[in-house]
């Protein structure tokens, strides 16, 4: 709890929301701070980075969605709810861009992540800017050229890509009983999603709001394990925000069994980026509950969210990696073994059609490749959930010589850690019901990853990595 607490003091410095519409990292958004159960774990005992060390690796996208270019669509909403404080900001030619993201840009850069293993999450916004609903019309487009985007997304892209609602239309908020945009505001503002609303909402008025978005993600199946706030969304209400979030998630798709969600930028160096496993309950039974809460470790950098603004391409793959690997954020957090979220916004990854946000893109991707090969692993953000809440719940403890584990959650290439003080043999995982399987022992002088099933011993420590059985399992020794 201690270092917990000091953690939380010093939280207000590089943390802050993601904001779409302006490029800004908010000030001050300190963590929500309800990690709830924690197991008891024996000394000497821990779990490391999966497959024997790999730091994961994933790619935030906000603001995709079917077709509608964000860019184009959200500027008029957002100029006219927020020039008077934000002024100049949207004083760009948004009807010069383009409405449309086209599904052929999505395939283009959906085949550059696959050949390069790069594994992420991509929201899908329901209601783009009130264009139109991703589960029925979008105006603009024929139904069969939505109903192909939406399999595209699907077939195409969710193997490796996390689907999120990034709330309802990310503009102005819903009323959830009529579908229209809440009236104006006395003063002559707007509600709008990634402002104020939250403030004095309930847990349930709040769970019913995501609970709407992700309905439509649902009737378009596209099924969802997590969400994404649109720039301040829950801002006021975060001590809420997560309770309403899991029970938002466990309602729509009740087989989620570990909701997550993405909110938080943190570009300090000072601070930790790795994920919060958050109001953990029942960690010793079989119906653990929790929510992860992943942040990201770089803001948008690729440039403006609209894409009207790209950075220049040298510069940004630069800041991200530099061309002797030694420099960057992502260098930075992923030698210190955190897992490594950078992030962007569709419509600036497109930029209207010149692809210069795409371009960075594929250099940093390429320059991480080259740089770390197997030592990190591309994952979705709902596979890190996964692991770290393996990693976080596992109840480890040394009995004799044998370490018995009671794991709230499955997961695949756990990697066990051991400090020995002594000799340490051969181990054999023990699930019940299944055969005992000793583990293959590997070299421990030149570094690979391990595959699940077997170990190494490395001056006073072991690693033991294997596929994490939920429920109770062992490593003996023979
Ligand atoms: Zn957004």
């Not at 892209?157 to 809440?182: A, C, F, N, Q, Y």
């Not at 699940?452 to 994490?468: M, N, P, Q, S, V």
Request: hydrophobic content about 35%; aromatic content about 10%.
């Amino acid at each position: 709890m201690k270092s917990r607490r000091k953690f939380l003091k010093t939280a207000g410095l590089g943390v802050g929301a993601v904001w779409a519409g302006s490029n800004a990292v908010q000030a001050a958004v300190p963590f929500p701070e309800n990690p709830g159960e924690r197991p008891q774990r024996g000394a000497g005992l821990s779990i490391g980075n999966p497959y024997g060390g790999r730091v994961p690796v994933t790619f935030v996208i906000d603001d995709s969605t079917t077709l509608v270019n964000m860019g184009h669509f959200c500027i008029p909403q957002f100029k006219e709810a927020w020039s008077r404080s934000k002024p100049g900001q949207y004083d760009v030619p948004w009807q010069e861009w383009p409405r449309e993201i086209s599904d052929d840009f999505v395939k283009k850069f959906g085949d550059f992540c696959r050949s390069e293993g790069v594994k992420g999450k991509y929201s899908i916004v329901p209601y783009p800017a009130m264009v139109g609903w991703v589960d029925r019309e979008i105006p603009g487009w024929t139904r069969k050229q939505l109903v192909e985007s939406r399999n595209l997304v699907r077939d195409f892209m969710m193997p490796d890509w996390d689907i999120h609602p990034e709330m309802i239309s990310h503009t102005r908020v819903i009323d959830i009983k009529t579908g229209r945009p809440l009236p104006q505001r006395e003063n002559g503002g707007y509600w709008m999603e990634n402002g104020g609303w939250c403030a004095g909402k309930s847990v349930d008025e709040i769970a019913d709001y995501i609970e709407y978005a992700l309905q439509i993600l649902k009737n378009a199946e596209l099924p969802c394990e997590g969400f994404t706030t649109p720039g301040g969304f829950g801002n006021p209400a975060k001590e809420f925000l997560e309770t309403a979030g899991f029970q938002a998630i466990r309602s729509v798709f009740p087989e989620t069994e570990i909701p997550h969600y993405f909110k938080y930028v943190v570009t300090s160096s000072k601070e930790s980026v790795a994920p919060r496993v958050e109001n953990a309950k029942g960690i010793d039974g079989d119906n653990c509950e929790c929510l992860v809460n992943l942040p990201s470790c770089t803001g948008d950098w690729f440039g403006r969210w609209h894409g009207g603004a790209p950075n220049p391409v040298e510069e940004t793959v630069d800041r991200h990696i530099g061309p002797d690997f030694k420099t960057g954020r992502m260098v930075e957090v992923i030698e210190a073994g955190e897992p490594a979220a950078f992030l962007t916004h569709w419509p600036g990854m497109y930029c209207n059609g010149n692809e210069t946000g795409f371009k960075s893109f594929q250099g940093v991707v390429k320059r991480l490749n080259q740089a770390y090969g197997e030592k990190i692993q591309w994952m979705k953000m709902s596979e890190i959930a996964r692991y770290w809440a393996a990693k976080e719940l596992t109840d480890l403890q040394m009995i004799g010589d044998e370490v018995k584990i009671l794991a709230p959650f499955p997961a695949p290439g756990v990697t066990l850690k051991i400090a020995l003080e002594g000799i340490f043999g051969r181990p054999v995982l023990n699930v019940p019901g299944r055969d005992p399987r000793p583990l293959e022992k590997v070299d421990p002088e030149r570094w690979r990853p391990l595959q699940a099933g077997e170990y190494r011993i490395h001056r006073k420590e072991a690693e033991i990595c294997f596929d994490l059985p939920k429920g109770r399992s062992s490593i003996s020794q023979s």
